[in-house]
T-cell receptor, first 117, second 121 residues
Framework: GAVVSQHPSWVICKSGTSVKIECRSLDFQATTMFWYRQFPKQSLMLMATSNEGSKATYEQGVEKDKFLINHASLTLSTLTVTSAHPEDSSFYIC?????????????FGQGTRLTVV | AQKITQTQPGMFVQEKEAVTLDCTYDTSDPSYGLFWYKQPSSGEMIFLIY??????QNATEGRYSLNFQKARKSANLVISASQLGDSAMYFC??????????????????FGQGTILTVHP
């Protein structure tokens, strides 16, 4: 099946610094990728939809300037948490769908556990 | 309004027995898809099964089957012959109909609250 690789799998950063998370589709082109956030034992909440070559679409309540999303190519989307604070500590996970075929499945990356200290 | 509802925060089942995880949904879109994912403690999201709104038969994938009752808007997951490795969090998700060009909801999944399944030996 299609593979989505997310990096890093975990990161610890100091408060006030920025962290970049990468999401790559390894064997298919993904014109659209999705970024989710998940707190412990809670559901996945969609943060934004990342569109290749255009601006991301953010869900209501998500700060655009804090969570910068760039989708520069058909296989790479990045999420940058700017000026991170402890409340940004969470599990971030991306997903992508192979637009070419009939696959209905959304493929997920492994996720990134962010801890801001 | 909640689009996807999982009313069971936690479920327990004996090894080798079957278990049903509940999921109800709400949509006015005639075209939608329903998914079940398994999330072990490692965090990865493992796709289990898919049901399209126009599918006539219930989806099955190995030990997983989806009890799709369209009129009731329910899509319960049935796991047969539970194994210890089935212990995880399970999410039901819905993707609503594809919009036109520029539509931002294309492919977007909305998730339920999740059910933590524990399989006892």
């Amino acid at each position: 099946g299609a593979v989505v690789s997310q990096h890093p799998s975990w990161v610890i950063c100091k408060s006030g610094t920025s962290v970049k998370i990468e999401c790559r589709s390894l064997d298919f082109q993904a014109t659209t990728m999705f970024w989710y956030r998940q707190f412990p034992k809670q559901s996945l909440m969609l943060m934004a939809t990342s569109n290749e070559g255009s601006k991301a679409t953010y869900e209501q309540g998500v700060e655009k300037d804090k969570f910068l999303i760039n989708h520069a190519s058909l296989t790479l989307s990045t999420l940058t948490v700017t000026s991170a604070h402890p409340e940004d500590s969470s599990f971030y996970i991306c997903s992508a769908r192979d637009q070419r075929g009939l696959s209905t499945e959304a493929f997920f990356g492994q996720g990134t556990r962010l801890t801001v200290v | 309004a909640q689009k996807i509802t999982q009313t069971q925060p936690g479920m327990f089942v004996q090894e080798k027995e079957a278990v049903t995880l509940d999921c109800t949904y709400d949509t006015s879109d005639p075209s939608y898809g329903l998914f079940w994912y398994k999330q072990p403690s490692s965090g990865e999201m493992i796709f289990l099964i898919y049901q399209g709104s126009y599918d006539q038969q219930n989806a099955t994938e190995g030990r997983y089957s989806l009890n799709f009752q369209k009129a009731r808007k329910s899509a319960n997951l049935v796991i047969s012959a539970s194994q210890l490795g089935d212990s995880a969090m399970y999410f039901c998700a819905m993707r609503e109909g594809v919009r036109g060009a520029g539509g931002t909801s294309y492919g977007k999944l909305t998730f339920g609250q999740g059910t933590i399944l524990t399989v006892h030996p």
